[in-house]
Nanobody, 121 residues
Framework: QVQLVEAGGGVVQPGGSLRLSCAAS???????????MNWYRQAPWKERELVAA????????TYADSMKGRFTISRDNAKNTVYLQMNNLKPEDTAVYYC???????????WGQGTQVTVSS
């Protein structure tokens, strides 16, 4: 069973930075590098939304419009880890951030437990 463990959340002032990490383990049939790795977030009373995605096949990264230029997703396949560098944080970035590993064609979809990010002065 694939397990994802996020870390790096916390409280930061507006304009500050945080780096989230997601360590993955438990790969038996398909290795980490084959998975699309994604970061989602969910703010109170809002639906979960995609923040950033790292596609395994092409290496392409995509971002939600409000995160472009501020957030960067990266992955280290040797360490089975994906990162989310968040700069110039805003109060509206406050949410629980979730790591997701997916291979849609195989219906593989795994989630971490989430890490809280709070942006407040």
């Amino acid at each position: 069973q694939v397990q994802l463990v996020e870390a790096g959340g916390g409280v930061v002032q507006p304009g500050g930075s945080l780096r989230l990490s997601c360590a993955a383990s438990g790969f038996t049939r398909v290795c980490f590098s084959t998975y699309d790795m994604n970061w989602y977030r969910q703010a109170p009373w809002k639906e979960r939304e995609l923040v950033a995605a790292s596609t395994s096949a092409s290496g392409r990264t995509t971002y939600a419009d409000s995160m472009k230029g501020r957030f960067t997703i990266s992955r280290d396949n040797a360490k089975n880890t994906v990162y989310l560098q968040m700069n110039n944080l805003k109060p509206e970035d406050t949410a629980v951030y979730y790591c997701n590993a997916a291979i849609r064609s195989l219906d593989y979809d795994y989630w971490g437990q989430g890490t809280q990010v709070t942006v407040s002065s």
